[in-house]
């Protein structure tokens, strides 16, 4: 069957196969399981028949390849817990057509964001969760570019900072100025990414001890992170010997074993 070999390859082909195709559910979860190196399909079910945008099994095997098909399927699953949460896993940013009283609900946001490596499901939390610290401390631990999206007052909260920059050492980006030029914050965010001495306070990126720290970190390659310390340094033997040393990745990934441990 062409149709089915083409939407097995390239889910988004089902735009092309005639209606009568677009009702068949075995070309349509075809399509929606397909996905290549670096994408996933799912969303292709905005161009299955209505019927099957209805279909409840249909819409979990999208959610659960893509978030974003959350956006094309009957609106009654904005307020399927279970759908939501796949949604969740998949991609949070699916969240945004999540119905608001889910968005209101701290018991769910809680166990959104608590899902590893969603803690961005915080984006799509009302306000007033965004002030609750268990919250945001539950978000940031999964992901630490969350701290973006909590309550400004959030950034100045030491605990709330350490955790978010542990997992993230960009995070420092949306951390108040004070922790950016906090000596323990900013070693934090250079042991996870040393690229992340970019949003440090400029002090530290004149401070050899601490540029060497940020070069010596596991990723990303020392020559991307040394674009961000100050050109007074850039010269330095002790700095452009680290710079030159031969980095790979499979380093990378042992060195992240080890900081495991």
């Keep these: 069957n062409i149709v089915l070999l083409a939407v097995k390859t390239w889910g988004y082909a089902l735009e ?10 075995e070309i349509v979860l075809t399509a929606i399981k397909s996905k290549s190196k670096y994408l996933s399909y799912g969303d292709c079910i905005k161009y299955a028949d209505e ?11 999208a959610v659960k390849s893509n978030g974003y098909a959350l956006e094309y399927v009957d609106e ?11 949604t969740a896993k998949s ?17 769910f946001m809680l166990e959104a964001v608590k899902i590893p490596g969603t803690g961005g499901a915080l984006e799509h939390a009302v306000n007033s969760l965004k002030k609750d ?20 007052s959030f950034m100045k909260n030491r605990q709330i900072v350490t955790e978010a920059v542990k997992e993230e050492g960009h995070a420092l980006e949306y951390a108040d100025k004070s922790f950016q030029k906090d000596k323990n914050i ?11 001495i970019r949003y440090a306070d400029k002090s530290f990126k004149k401070d050899k001890k601490i540029v060497l720290k940020a070069l010596k970190s596991p990723f990303p390659h020392p020559r991307f992170t040394l674009r961000f310390i100050d050109d007074s340094l850039k010269d330095d033997p002790d700095i452009l010997s680290i710079v030159n040393k031969k980095w790979s990745y499979q380093n990378y990934l042992k060195s992240l074993k080890k900081q495991k441990k």
Excluded: N, T
């Design 76 to 86: 009654i699953f904005r307020k399927d817990r279970e759908v939501l949460l796949e």
């Design 51 to 61: 019927s099957l945008r209805k279909d409840r099994k249909m819409v979990l095997a």
């Design 16 to 25: 092309f196969a005639h209606k009568s195709f677009k009702k068949d559910r």
């Design 91 to 107: 991609q949070s940013y699916g969240l945004h057509f999540a119905d608001i009283s889910f968005k209101k609900d701290k018991k």
């Design 133 to 152: 610290k268990e919250i945001v401390l539950a978000a940031v631990k999964q992901r630490g570019y969350a701290l973006e999206f909590a309550h400004k």
């Design 186 to 196: 900013v070693l934090l965010a250079i042991k996870q990414d040393g690229s992340a």
